[in-house]
Nanobody, 127 residues
Framework: QVQLVESGGGLVQAGGSLRLSCAAS????????MGWFRQAPGKEREFVAV????????YYADSVKGRFTISRDNAKNTVYLQMNSLKPEDTAVYYC????????????????????WGQGTQVTVSS
């Protein structure tokens, strides 16, 4: 059974940084695309960033491009999200997801995999 456990969320001032981690177990992590999605209060869950199984490809929502960086360590079965220059509108619960699907273009777009989510970690950015 695949398990995804996020950590690293917290309260930070605007302009600050946080690094989220997602530790995976029980599945073929090194063969899987992995992604981060987020959900703010009263809003639908949205795509943030996705990384391919071999780290060759990365996809970002326009709202975070240039500020967030996704990475992974297949030896540790862990995916990371480095978040810099945080804004109050980044406030949300951030979820790790396995097997998202993406299309690249003028605007990257990814949809989450259907089966595996973490429990989420809260990120709050104060103004």
């Amino acid at each position: 059974q695949v398990q995804l456990v996020e950590s690293g969320g917290g309260l930070v001032q605007a302009g600050g940084s946080l690094r989220l981690s997602c530790a995976a177990s029980g599945g073929a992590f090194s063969n899987s695309f992995m992604g981060w999605f987020r959900q703010a209060p009263g809003k639908e869950r949205e795509f943030v960033a996705v990384i391919s199984h071999n780290s060759v490809s990365e996809y970002y929502a326009d709202s975070v491009k240039g500020r967030f960086t996704i990475s992974r360590d297949n030896a540790k079965n862990t995916v990371y999200l480095q978040m810099n220059s945080l804004k109050p509108e980044d406030t949300a619960v951030y979820y790790c997801n396995k097997d998202p699907r993406c299309s690249a273009g003028p605007e990257d777009m990814c949809v989450p995999g259907e089966h595996y989510w973490g429990q989420g970690t809260q990120v709050t950015v104060s103004s």
